[in-house]
Structures are given as structure tokens and as C-alpha cells.
């Protein structure tokens, strides 16, 4: 556990001393979620719509884009060039958007990695790097990066929707025994296949950002450090699930008690007026949202 302990206080007395880091990696979180986060109830339930992907597909599907007849596209236009190009353009927002959260991302997986390794080596407090130096070693690696993102992630969903087939397979006949003794079978193959992948995705980054080796041999490199050290990696894996189990558990504990005065706050002032309860909810939702990001 010595191993450990280094580890985890070098990582604590880097992230600590160097704040900056936290805007890499409150969006590198995003890509983290991989592997920790991607194994999720909703996942285990065969549930394959979570993250960003249900919002757009609701967004989709909602009355906003339900309005424009798709098929004649022509007809629309003709009877409603206005709201046509509004909801157009609105489209195209999102799009830019979209595409900009992703470039972000990446940036920011990459920065977070590239300036601790250079805290890492110098031990020093403060590195001379800043966000400025991540972000250009970000720019530079952009697109191996996102390569490797979209090849382990696809991998990673790819696994959950056999695992999704197969319950649905499974589920149609009739022994209820044998769907629960498959899945669990299923669930017990699949989930370390992609906390593996997981793990091979960030030893990739980091021998494509560290080592500035190339798209297919950091993916090769990744594989050989994996297998030589399987059983620390699979060990700090699990240190890190324990871990953020304990804090999701307390931030959970932290949320229900400060939203106890906010409840009652929103129930005095809802006798009253109905904008004034709109406004606690809407700020004690603010501040949970803040309290998230902090903890992640």
C-alpha cells in the first residue's frame, strides 16, 4: 500500500498547488467518464441512451424540430421561410456548440496530462506551465487524441449494446432463472472489458502526449504497459471506484442536508408569490449543480 499512498499524495500535493488544472480537468472528466462513469445503473439496466446523446436525440424529437416536415423540406419553406430559418439556425448553433465542447474536451485531457507530467517531473510546487502551455499541447495532439477517444469509446459501446442484445435474447423466453444467471454472467465478461479499455485509453494519451509517440504505437506501447502491469492497474482501478464511491455517498449526504433549508425556504415563500419559489428552487439547483463540479 506504500505504492499507493506515494501516488495518491503526489497527485493531491500536484492538484493542489497547481488550481489551474481544475478547468483541464473539470472537462477531461467528461472523457474520464469512459470507463468509471460510463459503467452506470442506467448501463446495467441495458439502458444504452445516457449523457449527451438522449439530450440531442430528445432535443431532436422535441416540438422545436417536430415542426419542420423533413421529408419536404420544400413545402416548410415556402409556407414558413421565417420559423424555417430560425429553427435552422438554431441547429447550426448547437452544432458549433457541440463541435466546440468536444474540441474542449480533448484540449483539456490532453493539457491536464501533458502539464502534470511536467509537475510531476520538476517537484515543484508551481510548474512555470500554465493553461496556455496545456492548450497548445492540446491543439497539437487534437487529433490522434480524439481518434483514440472515438476508437475506445465505441469499443466501450459497443460491448454495452452486445450486452444490451443479449438481455433482450435472453428475456424472451421463459425461464426467468436463466435470464438472471446470463446476465450476471454477461455483466461479470463485460464490465472489466471495459474498465480495461478504459485503462488503455489513458495509457494512450499519455504515450502520445509524454513519450510523443505515434497514433498506432501509443495504442501498441499502451497494450504491452497494461499487460506488464495488470494487476497494479486493476488494484488502482479499484482504489479509485472505493474512492469515488465514498465521495459520491458524501457529496449525496452534503446535497440532502444544505437543500433542507432551501425546501423550506421555497415552501414559506410559495404562500406568497410563485416567481419567489421558482427563484429558491432555481438557485439551490444552481448551487448543487456548482458543489458537483467542485467534487468531480
Known amino acids: 500500500m506504500s505504492l499507493y499512498r506515494k501516488i495518491f499524495k503526489k497527485s493531491l500535493f500536484i492538484t493542489w498547488n497547481n488550481k489551474y488544472l481544475w478547468f483541464f480537468g473539470l472537462f477531461a472528466a467528461v472523457l474520464g467518464a469512459i470507463g468509471k462513469y ?33 421529408s419536404s423540406t420544400v413545402e416548410t419553406f415556402q409556407a414558413n421561410p421565417v420559423s424555417f430559418f430560425i429553427i435552422i439556425g438554431l441547429f447550426l448553433i448547437l452544432l458549433i456548440l457541440a463541435v466546440f465542447f468536444i474540441w474542449l474536451t480533448i484540449i483539456s485531457q490532453v493539457g491536464l496530462i501533458n502539464n502534470s507530467a511536467e509537475a510531476f517531473k520538476t517537484n515543484k510546487k508551481r510548474t512555470k506551465s500554465g493553461i496556455k502551455e496545456g492548450v497548445l499541447a492540446g491543439v497539437k495532439n487534437f487529433w490522434p487524441a480524439l481518434g483514440l477517444n472515438v476508437i475506445i469509446k465505441t469499443l466501450v459501446y459497443i460491448l454495452f449494446a452486445l450486452l444490451a442484445l443479449s438481455f433482450i435474447a435472453v428475456t424472451t423466453g421463459v425461464n426467468s432463472q436463466l435470464v438472471g444467471v446470463t446476465y450476471v454472467i454477461l455483466f461479470i465478461v463485460f464490465i472489466p472489458l471495459a474498465l480495461i479499455l478504459s485503462l488503455l485509453l489513458k495509457y494512450a494519451v499519455c504515450f502520445l502526449v509524454i513519450k510523443q509517440e505515434k497514433f498506432l504505437k501509443s495504442l501498441e506501447k ?21 474512492f469515488q464511491f465514498l465521495l459520491t455517498g458524501a457529496l449525496i449526504l452534503i446535497m440532502l442536508t444544505f437543500s433542507i433549508p432551501f425546501v423550506l425556504l421555497a415552501l414559506l415563500t410559495a404562500n406568497f408569490f410563485v416567481s419567489a419559489f421558482s427563484l429558491v428552487i432555481n438557485f439551490s439547483l444552481l448551487l448543487g449543480i456548482i458543489l458537483m463540479f467542485f467534487f468531480g
Open 38 to 70: 460510463e459503467v452506470s445503473l442506467n448501463k446495467i439496466s441495458g439502458d444504452l441512451q445516457e449523457g449527451l446523446l438522449p439530450w440531442f436525440s430528445s432535443l431532436w424529437n422535441s416540438e422545436i424540430f417536430a415542426s419542420i416536415s423533413w
Open 222 to 242: 499502451s497494450w504491452h504497459l497494461f499487460i506488464n502491469n495488470w494487476l497494479v492497474s486493476i488494484e488502482m482501478a479499484a482504489i479509485l471506484f472505493v
